[in-house]
């Protein structure tokens, strides 16, 4: 039989199949393949299910095989030696921060943009909380997202800003909102789908963090429409999975476009000679505020492989 992966928790998992959800667990077997990506299942998984007589164990079921991921996104852990998948499937990313408590972080963007474009998903950013911003969401390096054509939309659950146009963007497909804890990802998931009940938090209004409330990730059915929502778990900071250190200039749009046009087409826009890109930095039309946000990136990937040996 097969289903969808709607919800993990620890090893056990939530399967939608046909109009039924079972409770299935990862057969013995199955944990054993070669390639360690299938070896477990996450949201957004199509996957072949083995039901049991009756619940034994606790379980409906087993897992016995996951489908080929069209798409995943994954994150790299604390050693940068091992990455996760944290869904798998998506047809859009909704990269969310918050205009204050605790801020919009464009760097943490930044990786995320990064990743989704090398994983192939599209991806749009949410400006949260827009009606605690006395700037109004102006902040100033928006204008430099605009230019670049990423989606952007500012919302606001308490001000209902942006709603109908967030339920537009999620109707259909799957959709997962990411970023870090307390910018308000489950609350808009609540608002679009309240049947969720998903937990939220306050920021803390010393260290101006967010809680983490989400600890599990789930998928959940908008209330009117074919869509399914994402929630996924806060995060500090996203450390995105190791590239080789010359993919980097391909996850940042204005330098993939301009590159063309160096002298040598394996140049890094490092210190190469003749480098079209930061020309193009110096004559102000890629800004100084990404191509920072590049070089930290790269310089990361390049020190991970100098030292993973």
Request: proline share 4%.
């Amino acid at each position: 039989m097969k289903g969808l992966v709607v919800k993990t928790h620890n090893r056990f998992y939530e399967i939608k199949a046909d109009d039924d959800i079972f409770l299935c667990s990862p057969k013995g077997s199955f944990k054993r393949k070669a390639e360690p990506e299938y070896r477990l299942p996450v949201v957004g998984d199509q996957v072949e299910i083995e039901l049991l007589k009756e619940r034994q164990r606790g379980v409906d079921g087993y897992i016995v095989e996951i489908d080929y991921r069209r798409n995943r996104l994954k994150r790299a852990l604390v050693d940068k030696r091992r990455e996760r998948v944290m869904a798998a499937n998506l047809d859009r990313i909704l990269i969310v921060s918050a205009c204050v408590k605790p801020g919009i972080d464009w760097g943490f963007i930044d990786r995320y943009l990064l990743t989704c474009a090398l994983a192939d998903i599209p991806c749009s950013i949410l400006l949260n909380k827009i009606d605690l911003d006395e700037q109004q969401g102006e902040d100033k390096f928006i204008d430099i997202y605009r230019a670049l054509d990423y989606p952007m939309l500012k919302t606001s659950v308490k001000g209902n800003i942006g709603l109908d146009t967030l339920r537009d963007w999620t109707a259909e497909g799957i959709s997962l909102f990411t970023g870090a804890s307390g910018v308000g990802k489950s609350s808009l998931i609540n608002c679009l789908a309240p049947r969720a009940n998903l937990a939220t938090g306050e920021v803390d209004a010393r260290k101006g963090t967010g809680k983490h409330t989400t600890t599990t990730s789930a998928l959940v059915r908008m209330e009117a429409g074919k869509g399914w929502l994402a929630d996924s778990p806060g995060l500090r900071d996203f450390a995105p999975p190791p590239v080789e250190p010359d993919q980097v200039r391909f996850g940042y749009r204005e330098i993939a476009q301009v590159q063309k046009e160096c002298r040598f087409s394996t140049c890094l826009h490092d210190a190469e000679p003749g480098c079209a890109v930061r020309e193009a930095v110096a004559a102000g039309t890629i800004s100084n505020h990404r191509y920072r946000s590049y070089l930290a990136v790269f310089q990361e990937m390049r020190d991970y492989f100098q030292t993973r040996f």
